[in-house]
């Protein structure tokens, strides 16, 4: 839902988008904390991929990082982990009118979740070339043939976001090289 303002010229309530010049601002500072979600999943030893969700009204509901490894659950993307923990504090399973915000474009598991939560927003960092169930090698989110589809932004610090997944395999490629030498 966009924000009412007051036209003053009139006095009557209006509907306004937030101008475009903001909304890049604003997904650049949340993709930054899904980013840093990224970090302290790398920092467990997981693959770096950080999950945010943002609710209408600008609250933080929840952010995740990878856990897979950590709770034994192949299941728990940070997309996953973040949309259980904005569910629980929402109240509802369905985020209807909420952002996600994911440094790596959601595979199929993820791009189905966030169907089923009813996500309004998706807007991802680097796209995933081998797995990427959003627009590389499907599209889930806004496939016609699903009861639901959500508005999708991609290439929000792209670079980082892309950049933080080539460091942890360049360093996981180069410590199994020491390991095998």
């Given at each position: 839902?966009?924000?009412?303002?007051?036209?003053?010229?009139?006095?009557?309530?209006?509907?306004?988008?937030?101008?475009?010049?903001?909304?890049?601002?604003?997904?650049?500072?949340?993709?930054?904390?899904?980013?840093?979600?990224?970090?302290?999943?790398?920092?467990?030893?997981?693959?770096?991929?950080?999950?945010?969700?943002?609710?209408?009204?600008?609250?933080?509901?929840?952010?995740?990082?990878?856990?897979?490894?950590?709770?034994?659950?192949?299941?728990?993307?940070?997309?996953?982990?973040?949309?259980?923990?904005?569910?629980?504090?929402?109240?509802?399973?369905?985020?209807?009118?909420?952002?996600?915000?994911?440094?790596?474009?959601?595979?199929?598991?993820?791009?189905?979740?966030?169907?089923?939560?009813?996500?309004?927003?998706?807007?991802?960092?680097?796209?995933?070339?081998?797995?990427?169930?959003?627009?590389?090698?499907?599209?889930?989110?806004?496939?016609?043939?699903?009861?639901?589809?959500?508005?999708?932004?991609?290439?929000?610090?792209?670079?980082?976001?892309?950049?933080?997944?080539?460091?942890?395999?360049?360093?996981?490629?180069r410590a199994g090289m020491r390991a095998e030498g």
């Amino acid at each position: 839902m966009a924000p009412i303002y007051l036209d003053f010229a009139s006095g009557d309530a209006c509907e306004r988008r937030m101008p475009e010049a903001l909304v890049e601002e604003e997904d650049a500072r949340r993709m930054r904390e899904a980013l840093a979600a990224a970090r302290h999943a790398r920092e467990a030893g997981e693959v770096p991929v950080g999950a945010c969700v943002v609710a209408e009204d600008g609250r933080l509901l929840a952010s995740a990082g990878n856990r897979t490894r950590t709770d034994c659950d192949p299941t728990a993307h940070a997309e996953v982990v973040a949309l259980r923990e904005a569910a629980r504090r929402y109240g509802n399973y369905r985020l209807t009118g909420v952002t996600v915000y994911s440094t790596i474009e959601p595979c199929a598991m993820c791009a189905g979740a966030l169907i089923q939560a009813r996500v309004r927003r998706l807007v991802y960092g680097a796209r995933d070339e081998r797995f990427g169930a959003v627009e590389s090698q499907f599209r889930l989110c806004d496939s016609g043939s699903l009861n639901h589809r959500m508005e999708i932004t991609s290439g929000v610090l792209e670079e980082e976001c892309r950049a933080a997944m080539q460091e942890f395999f360049r360093a996981r490629r180069r410590a199994g090289m020491r390991a095998e030498g």
